[in-house]
């Protein structure tokens, strides 16, 4: 079974500019989480979807930063105009919509965005 | 959203077992305990969950007592390779958002 995959690896970008980065949960996964650590802090919660509906996103810091799921299959999150404070890796995770089985994510390899 | 409190470093040699303990003390009737690996420029790999008394796998165990307020992760025999940030989450099963702390570095030594 294929783990979740993210796209690009890396991706450096100037100040200003679009980046879309996405990610590709286990099939048949029901949940993404997109998550973020940046500047070497702790990794903070993003986004949270439930096939294509948005669950929680609390953790969005602004306006620049749009997450999309259309169809309930793969995710995509739009930084636009990135900044330089959006430097970091973004992870995302998937998990299956299992009652009785506590919530085991499976996370991707990250995307690691820097802004120049 | 229970929040958890862990050493931020360990050190061990290799073929020690390691013992890593994890305090919750607000955790909730519903939630579960996982505990994820990450290693330099990868994502959180998933090592064990459970919700109460002792849980067992093929890389790791994980004791929790009755008042589930805190939990020890057991790494048995460690090698080198397991030189890696450790990461102590509450989840419930409601699919919440995980908070990740900063996590215990455990450093290996030959």
């Known amino acids: 079974e294929a783990g979740v995959t993210q796209f690009p690896s890396h991706s450096v970008i100037e100040k200003g500019q679009t980046v879309t980065l996405r990610c590709d949960p286990i099939s048949g996964h029901d949940n993404l989480y997109w998550y973020r650590r940046v500047m070497g802090k702790e990794i903070k919660f993003l986004l949270h979807f439930v096939k294509e509906s948005k669950q929680d996103e609390s953790g969005m810091p602004n306006n620049r930063f749009l997450a999309e799921r259309t169809g309930g299959t793969y995710s995509t999150l739009k930084v636009q105009p990135a900044e330089l404070e959006d430097s970091g890796v973004y992870f995302c995770a998937s998990s299956p919509r299992r009652s009785g089985s506590g919530n085991e994510q499976f996370f991707g390899p990250g995307t690691r965005l820097t802004v120049l | 959203l229970a929040k958890t409190t862990q050493p931020i470093s360990m050190d061990s040699y290799e073929g020690q077992e390691v013992n890593i303990t994890c305090s919750h003390n607000n955790i909730a009737t519903n939630d579960y305990i996982t505990w994820y690996q990450q290693f330099p420029s990868q994502g959180p790999r998933f090592i064990i969950q459970?919700?109460?008394t002792k849980v067992t796998n093929e890389v790791a165990s994980l004791f929790i007592p009755a008042d589930r307020k805190s939990s020890t992760l057991s790494l048995p025999r460690v090698s080198l390779s397991d030189t890696a940030v450790y990461y102590c989450l509450v989840g419930d099963d409601n699919f919440n958002k995980f908070y990740f702390g900063s996590g215990t570095k455990l450093n290996v030594k030959p």
């Open positions: 459970g919700y109460k």
